[in-house]
């Protein structure tokens, strides 16, 4: 049979859902508070509660000091008492005792406080386990009852825990009432003293990745990457998506059969326009097919290192409207989705245009080279004002001209940038190599920042375009929060303090190595001359003949030779403020004194008991395969 104890025990751990032992040791601390509390225990003292969880057997010891006669019963103990839990006890150790006093003793207080110390471990220790439970969930979907609605805010119950779905993260237009099942996205968990504090999202763009991660097995299964999400909750979403493996169609994967797929998530972001684009390292083609469903005649990619990334696309007259979308969302999602900045023109706006242009450079030179071509287009577009039909052909003749007139302009506008280019490549050489590779998602910012500067592909693009056009910086944050701008700074401070770390650790390395191997490189030389020597026998020369090989050699008055001595190493008096270096400075002193000994060639004056004469001999490196002493010289 399971005592009281146990099963009380057992019971409140699965009803917190906590581990046993965080149990035991919230009883545990209750124990020492109590104890503590009835019988005005100092802090200084140490006390400790074990309770066996099998038999809810209860012991309590406290720290006392082994004395012969004892006065203070609470802090005091006698040596024969103190060698029962320690043998090895003497007179002036402090030894833990078990106090032979039942719980039952306890007061009121003491009792109301231990009850007190529980509760509260439990609850910390409950709110750390929620808090861990919920931050694994971060950036995964959850499935909640709406519990109550509150100046905007809906409250969704999760379970053990409740999340926060502020207005902004709503769907527009989607209506919430209680008990509602809700498929939800955690954006972000926040600890705080009330428990985690968990807000979730439906109007989140990840919200829809994760729901075709679930919904298509190829893109679970990696046979089918997400390149990139645009989205306006409520409206209109594009997604752009790649193959991964021959064989497979990634729109027709998404879409599923009779577009069964698409529709259920469409039917959970109630009623979303979902537009699924298959993705084009051809930028091109890319933008031309994140515009559908209008049919596009022509783009042609400016990239302007002041004014920024700009595609001019060329649409038939009557696909006008629908390229650009009601209010211009159609363009707007196709901008985010694609990163360029997208400039829409009819194919008659271009031609009108290009016709108004053709006396000055550089479209003048179409003279001379199309000139049969601008008769039939001015023919063409004097029957379009007279309210005349114009034929698909003519048309065609409108789309060539107004493609021949675009890629003209462009090719001017290249040849015009060259010399800014030149700037802008001299201050790109100034900034980290390294920057470049790195991603902007990697920037600790949130969200709609990284959404926000994602068109600049790199870390190393948005520091350049600080430095050459801080206003195209300024025009992506226009719309965020207030201090956006400092908040980039930062991040931008930590990457490169993180890049130069890495710079000077791989420049230190290379030195060392560069190093060993010189050193590697002169030992070998020396190995070469001086083939003959072995470590068994030594060859000895007089000390003129050293003299002679060595004429950097400085002696004394007594003929002895003089050596470079060591530095001294710093008194111990001395100021540590002599010797408070930076660490990078650290390092070059280091590496440059090391470099130093490695070239330096050293000898030592040694007695040889065999020819009973003083002898010269240098040490070699250990690389050479030789004794440690090898060249001896007599004097």
């Not at 807000?199 to 994760?210: C, K």
């Not at 600790?444 to 959404?451: G, S, V």
């Not at 008991?609 to 003083?614: H, R, V």
Request: proline share 4%; glycine share 4%; charged share 35%.
């Amino acid at each position: 049979m399971r005592n009281e104890f146990e099963v009380a025990f057992s019971e409140i751990a699965e009803l917190r859902a906590l581990p046993r032992e965080v149990v035991l040791e919230a009883l545990q601390n209750a124990l020492v508070s109590a104890y503590r509390r009835h019988f005005d225990a100092s802090n200084a003292q140490r006390i400790e509660a074990r309770i066996d969880p099998d038999t809810g057997r209860i012991r309590i010891f406290a720290e006392k000091e082994v004395v012969d006669e004892v006065q203070l019963p609470d802090t005091e103990v006698d040596l024969e008492t103190a060698r029962f839990h320690d043998p090895e006890a003497q007179i002036g150790d402090l030894v833990m005792v078990q106090v032979q006093i039942p719980t039952k003793q306890f007061g009121r207080i003491a009792a109301q406080n231990a009850k007190q110390v529980i509760l509260q471990k439990i609850r910390e220790a409950e709110r750390a386990a929620l808090f861990d439970e919920f931050s694994e969930r971060e950036g995964d979907l959850m499935t909640g009852t709406v519990q109550s609605i509150s100046q905007g805010t809906v409250i969704v119950s999760l379970g053990r825990a409740e999340g926060r779905m502020p207005r902004q993260q709503q769907i527009p237009g989607e209506r919430y009432r209680p008990h509602d099942k809700l498929r939800v996205y955690v954006v972000e968990v926040k600890r705080t003293n009330r428990g985690p504090e968990i807000i979730v999202s439906r109007s989140h763009r990840n919200m829809l990745r994760r729901l075709l991660e679930y919904e298509v097995p190829e893109i679970y299964n990696g046979q089918v990457e997400i390149k990139n999400i645009a989205r306006e909750a409520g409206y209109r979403s594009k997604v752009a998506v790649a193959a991964l493996q021959d064989g497979i169609d990634p729109v027709g994967a998404c879409v599923g059969m009779r577009g069964i797929r698409i529709q259920n998530i469409v039917k959970e972001l109630n009623d979303e326009k979902i537009d699924v684009i298959e993705w084009n390292p051809d930028q091109e083609v890319f933008i031309s097919k994140a515009l559908s469903p209008a049919r596009v005649t022509g783009v042609y990619l400016d990239d302007d290192p002041d004014a920024g990334r700009t595609a001019i696309v060329l649409v038939p007259d009557d696909q006008l409207s629908l390229a650009i979308g009601r209010e211009g969302q159609n363009a707007r999602l196709a901008a985010k989705l694609t990163g360029w900045r997208i400039d829409i023109k009819s194919v008659s706006e271009a031609v009108q245009d290009a016709l108004s242009m053709l006396d000055v450079p550089p479209l003048n030179a179409l003279h001379e080279t199309h000139a049969d071509m601008i008769e039939q287009v001015r023919a063409i577009m004097a029957k379009r004002e007279a309210n005349r039909a114009v034929m698909p052909e003519e048309f065609a003749v409108l789309g060539r001209f107004a493609d021949v007139a675009e890629r003209t302009l462009l090719e001017a506008r290249l040849a015009e940038r060259a010399a800014r280019m030149e700037e802008i490549n001299a201050v790109r050489a100034t900034l980290p190599a390294a920057a470049f590779s790195i991603p902007v998602s990697i920037l600790d910012l949130p969200d709609d920042m990284i959404e926000a500067l994602e068109s600049f592909g790199t870390v190393g693009e948005i520091m350049l375009r600080f430095l050459i056009d801080e206003e195209s910086i300024h025009r992506r944050l226009e719309n965020l929060p207030e201090g956006a701008l400092e908040q980039l700074q930062q991040a931008l401070d930590a990457v490169v303090v993180a890049i130069d770390i890495d710079e000077t650790v791989d420049e230190l390395f290379l030195e060392d190595a560069e190093a060993v191997e010189e050193v590697d490189i002169a030992a070998d030389a020396d190995a070469d001359e001086a083939p003959e020597a072995t470590a068994e026998e030594e060859e000895v020369e007089s000390f003129a003949e050293l003299i002679a090989a060595e004429p950097e050699m400085i002696t004394d008055a007594f003929g002895e030779p003089v050596y470079e001595e060591e530095p001294a190493l710093p008194s111990a008096k001395q100021s540590e403020a002599e010797f408070d270096l930076d660490f990078d400075d650290d390092l070059e002193r280091v590496s440059k004194s090391s470099k130093k000994k490695k070239k330096k060639k050293r000898r030592d004056l040694v007695y040889d008991e065999d020819s009973g004469q003083m002898v010269a001999r240098r040490r070699r490196k250990g690389s050479r395969r030789r004794s440690e002493w090898d060249d001896d010289f007599e004097f």
